[in-house]
């Protein structure tokens, strides 16, 4: 294979990077082995996919974005994909239908989220679990608030699907709640995404 791709300087071979924001800034720096792939220095006539969240696509060498061949940018839902999306969500429960429309039109920052299919999918989750609880008043408002009532339905679940815990542990309102060990094992897992981000 080394022999292969010596002698024909990558020809043939497609090389994709998935996740070029994720990478660490040592991978980044100009002299590395993947910088010096993405701007030609090694197999120069490899096909180089990179994949990325828009706003890190401004880090990539500018020698890399000067011999970009496509630039494919996936922008996810349309508004007529979100309209469609939900009226087939909510297809046999017209009446929240009619609620949930009225929720998100007096909500921006949930609607503009749903441009992105997984929160699509979340907000109407979401909206349906607080609609049959009787509770549609806690759906979010806000981007946080969708965040933590995702947390808070997974911990419940989770909850759920563990005999080990009784009812009155299925009563999760705040994150102290919890049983301890779950409450430990979340405050291990926030502590190391903590760290991640600060490393990062």
Same mark, same amino acid.
């Given at each position: 294979?080394?022999?292969?791709?010596?002698?024909?300087?990558?020809?043939?071979?497609?090389?994709?990077?998935?996740?070029?924001?994720?990478?660490?800034?040592?991978?980044?720096?100009?002299?590395?082995?993947?910088?010096?792939?993405?701007?030609?220095?090694?197999?120069?006539?490899?096909?180089?996919?990179?994949?990325?969240?828009?706003?890190?696509?401004?880090?990539?060498?500018?020698?890399?974005?000067?011999?970009?061949?496509?630039?494919?940018?996936?922008?996810?839902?349309?508004?007529?994909?979100?309209?469609?999306?939900?009226?087939?969500? *909510?297809?046999?429960?017209?009446?929240?239908?009619?609620? *949930?429309?009225?929720?998100?039109?007096?909500?921006?920052?949930?609607?503009?989220?749903?441009?992105?299919?997984?929160?699509?999918?979340?907000?109407?989750?979401?909206?349906?679990?607080?609609?049959?609880?009787?509770?549609?008043?806690?759906?979010?408002?806000?981007?946080?608030?969708?965040?933590?009532?995702?947390?808070?339905?997974?911990?419940?679940?989770?909850?759920?699907?563990?005999?080990?815990?009784?009812?009155?542990?299925?009563?999760?309102?705040?994150?102290?709640?919890?049983?301890?060990?779950?409450?430990?094992?979340?405050?291990?897992?926030?502590?190391?995404?903590?760290?991640?981000?600060?490393?990062?």
């Amino acid at each position: 294979l080394y022999q292969h791709l010596k002698t024909t300087n990558g020809r043939g071979v497609m090389i994709i990077y998935d996740g070029y924001d994720e990478l660490s800034k040592k991978q980044k720096e100009h002299k590395s082995v993947f910088q010096r792939l993405l701007i030609g220095g090694i197999l120069p006539q490899a096909t180089v996919i990179v994949t990325s969240r828009p706003l890190a696509t401004q880090e990539l060498p500018m020698e890399f974005r000067k011999q970009l061949h496509e630039h494919i940018e996936v922008v996810g839902f349309s508004d007529n994909d979100i309209d469609e999306y939900v009226k087939c969500k *909510f297809c046999d429960t017209p009446d929240m239908l009619i609620d *949930f429309q009225s929720y998100i039109s007096s909500h921006p920052f949930i609607y503009k989220a749903m441009y992105i299919p997984l929160h699509c999918a979340l907000v109407t989750d979401l909206y349906q679990t607080y609609w049959r609880k009787g509770k549609k008043e806690f759906a979010p408002k806000t981007i946080t608030q969708l965040y933590t009532c995702f947390i808070h339905s997974l911990l419940e679940r989770y909850l759920d699907d563990h005999p080990v815990y009784g009812p009155q542990e299925l009563c999760v309102q705040e994150l102290t709640d919890l049983p301890q060990d779950v409450f430990d094992d979340l405050m291990r897992l926030a502590e190391l995404a903590a760290k991640g981000i600060i490393e990062q």
